[in-house]
């Protein structure tokens, strides 16, 4: 996969590179947000299986160059950055960026956060447009069916009525099981607004969720981050 990283410390750079290098991508290095632009001008080669974008860049802020990447392709964006406050990255994801981690990360997280959102993409399809994949066939976790195009839930052939925002908030975490969704994630994709006044909410809804369905072991709570769906044995 063709990995664009956005990084201005060349130290950085070349440390991530040997990495990512070692694990299969072919990475394209630019030092600018101008630079970053400049490759992902579509006539320069095979496209971009993600781009990891450091935010603090020399020429352009990199919230401004995150813009500008998904008025241009729809390439995954991870931001990387230092700040680590809620309010910039709630920021960055209603820029359009599909993940952020926070420096310093943990390689292993970085790796599985890039194959995560790398799955969501349909590769050589490019447009503004989200594009799930598969997205009528019914998510299958254990007893639990949950079918998107109908916003039906059974469990074990049963339907369990579910309010639109836990229907939302199920479908969101079951797209993706065993990964972690940070708590600002969630309410940003499910509720479409910022952080603040709606952790309670959140919490409320995955009660409900777990009671509901019968299954408190379905959504695991990740202590200080978010939460994951766990998918139990059929
Ligand atoms: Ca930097």
């Known amino acids: 996969m063709r990995l664009l990283l956005v990084e201005d410390d060349n130290h950085v750079a070349a440390a991530l590179s040997a990495v990512l290098a070692r694990h299969g991508f072919d990475v394209t290095h630019a030092r600018s947000g101008e630079e970053a632009l400049q490759a992902l001008l579509p006539d320069t080669g095979a496209p971009f299986g993600v781009v990891l974008l450091d935010l603090g860049l020399p020429d352009q802020d990199g919230f401004e160059v995150c813009g ?35 420096k310093p990360y943990d390689t292993g997280e970085l790796l599985a956060r890039i194959h995560a959102v790398s799955r969501r993409t349909v590769p050589g399809e490019t447009g503004p447009e989200d594009q799930e994949t598969g997205a009528d066939e019914p998510l299958r976790l254990g007893p639990v069916l949950v079918e998107l195009p109908t916003r039906q839930v059974t469990v074990n052939g049963v339907p369990v009525p579910l309010t639109r925002k836990e229907f939302d908030l199920l479908a969101l975490l079951a797209q993706r099981p065993g990964v972690v969704f940070r708590r600002e994630q969630i309410i940003s994709e499910v509720w479409r607004t910022s952080w603040e006044g709606t952790g309670r909410t959140l919490e409320v809804h995955i009660a409900s969720l777990r009671s509901k369905l019968r299954m408190p072991a379905l959504i695991e709570t990740v202590r200080g981050v978010g939460y994951r769906l766990v998918a139990p044995a059929a």
């Open 68 to 102: 500008r990447i998904r008025k241009r392709t729809a390439t995954p964006v991870i931001m990387v950055t230092a700040r680590s406050d809620v309010r910039s990255r709630i920021h960055g994801l209603n820029l359009g960026a599909d993940d952020y981690v926070v």
